[in-house]
């Protein structure tokens, strides 16, 4: 299949309208504030297109920070962290559409989103990606890729010294 990965524009208006991750409250958030958020700099949204200009799936990044405080000396060390806010990109929002789910687009979505994460924490210094899954069921799609979960919260992140590593594997 035939498929692009860009940025969200006006030109995914009738699109978006039509995704359906089976989670309300994300395919709300694309079709309605994904776009706002984006002109305000708050987030940037990635979508995934098809040839037939159906969005497979979409993700959201934006520029973070973590109090240390909310971490353990475990997870501290593990991100070499060495101020008292710990920069990081948050992938604030992560879907895919129902018709494609269990086909391996999710995975292959993920993989964009980290790949681009660790280019950009390259650019700017940043050494974890952080998630905020929306549920018990996207909390283990996150462990199955290699997420840590942190202490007392519903966060998971990577470091992007591991993700360094994977992709340089790879290229
Ligand atoms: C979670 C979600 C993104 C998975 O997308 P998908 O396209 O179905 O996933 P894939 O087909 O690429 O699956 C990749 C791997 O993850 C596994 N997986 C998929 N969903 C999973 C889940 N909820 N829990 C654990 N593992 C999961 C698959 O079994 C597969 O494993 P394999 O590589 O060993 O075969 C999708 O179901 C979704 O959008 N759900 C609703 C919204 C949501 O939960 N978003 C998550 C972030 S908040």
Do not use: W
């Not at 994300?26 to 706002?36: F, H, K, P, S």
């Not at 979409?58 to 109090?67: K, R, V």
């Not at 210094?125 to 909390?139: K, Q, R, T, Y």
């Amino acid at each position: 299949m035939e498929a692009q990965i860009t940025v969200l524009s006006t030109r995914h208006s009738a699109a978006k309208k039509l995704f359906k991750s089976g989670t309300q409250s994300l395919d709300t958030y694309l079709q309605q504030y994904a776009l706002q958020d984006q002109k305000k700099l708050q987030s940037v949204c990635f979508v995934f297109e098809n040839k037939q200009g159906q969005l497979l799936g979409f993700y959201t990044l934006s520029a973070s920070a973590i109090d240390a405080n909310l971490l353990d000396r475990q997870t501290l060390s593990i991100l070499n962290a060495k101020y008292q806010q710990i920069p990081a990109i948050l992938i604030g929002r992560f879907a895919i559409d129902q018709t494609f789910q269990h086909q391996g687009f999710g995975k292959l979505l993920l993989m964009d989103a980290l790949r681009r994460c660790t280019k950009q924490a390259e650019e700017m210094g940043a050494c974890a990606v952080f998630v905020d899954p929306i549920d018990e069921s996207a909390h283990s799609f996150y462990l199955k890729f290699g997420f840590h979960a942190l202490p007392n919260q519903s966060k998971l992140f990577i470091p992007i010294k591991t993700l360094q590593l994977l992709f340089q594997a790879f290229d």
